[in-house]
T-cell receptor, first 115, second 112 residues
């Protein structure tokens, strides 16, 4: 498996524009997590899905953020409208509830810059 | 609120030194504690700890968990410049489903 795949790797956008980040989890994994990483706050959990169903979105900072998982192999995180304070690295991670080895595997991240 | 705290925030050592990184936690429904290494890209998995007092080792890295005192340490012996990275501690919590709460990390720099 190629691992967790995120796109784009880098995104530069102007304030007010819509931004869509994409993630393809590892095949067979039933959990998908979206994290945001900044120097000040570290890795913050934004939302996570189990079997494509959103379980906990309490980490989503505002209504400007939304996430979907239409099927087991694809998820999006959308920011509309974007603001400069949204600049960060956004990671997608997936894992499998095997009962033994449940570590999360991370994608390479999307570095978002809002100017 | 679930909380994971790492210390120190940053550390600079010389090659050959031994370092100890700390992770303490306050969470409900603890399942396991994980250590990750992050260089300039995605965090990569190092260890998962579920039982107190049992050391996990991988080469020069080792880690142990104390579930009574709610902390873990990550030791790196004979450090090398390639060990320079951010080391992240995460706690897996479960209540039907499960998720990972991360600390802010310890930034380690190893000088030649």
């Amino acid at each position: 498996d190629a691992g967790v795949i995120q796109s784009p790797r880098h995104e530069v956008t102007e304030m007010g524009q819509e931004v869509t980040l994409r993630c393809k989890p590892i095949s067979g994994h039933d959990y998908l997590f979206w994290y945001r990483q900044t120097m000040m706050r570290g890795l913050e959990l934004l939302i996570y899905f189990n079997n494509n169903v959103p379980i906990d979105d309490s980490g989503m900072p505002e209504d400007r953020f939304s996430a979907k998982m239409p099927n087991a192999s694809f998820s999006t995180l959308k920011i509309q409208p974007s603001e400069p304070r949204d600049s960060a690295v956004y990671f997608c991670a997936s894992s499998s509830w095997t009962g033994l080895n449940t570590e999360a595997f991370f994608g390479q991240g999307t570095r978002l810059t809002v100017v | 609120e679930d909380k994971v705290v790492q210390s120190p925030l940053s550390l600079v050592v010389h090659e050959g030194d031994t370092v100890t990184l700390n992770c303490s936690y306050e969470v409900t429904n603890f399942r396991s504690l994980l250590w990750y290494k992050q260089e300039k890209k995605a965090p990569t998995f190092l260890f998962m700890l579920t039982s107190s007092g049992i050391e996990k080792k991988s080469g020069r890295l080792s880690s142990i968990l104390d579930k009574k005192e709610l902390f873990s340490i990550l030791n790196i012996t004979a450090t090398q410049t390639g060990d320079s990275a951010v080391y992240l501690c995460a706690v897996e919590v479960t209540s039907g489903t499960y998720k990972y709460i991360f600390g802010t990390g310890t930034r380690l720099k190893v000088l030649a």
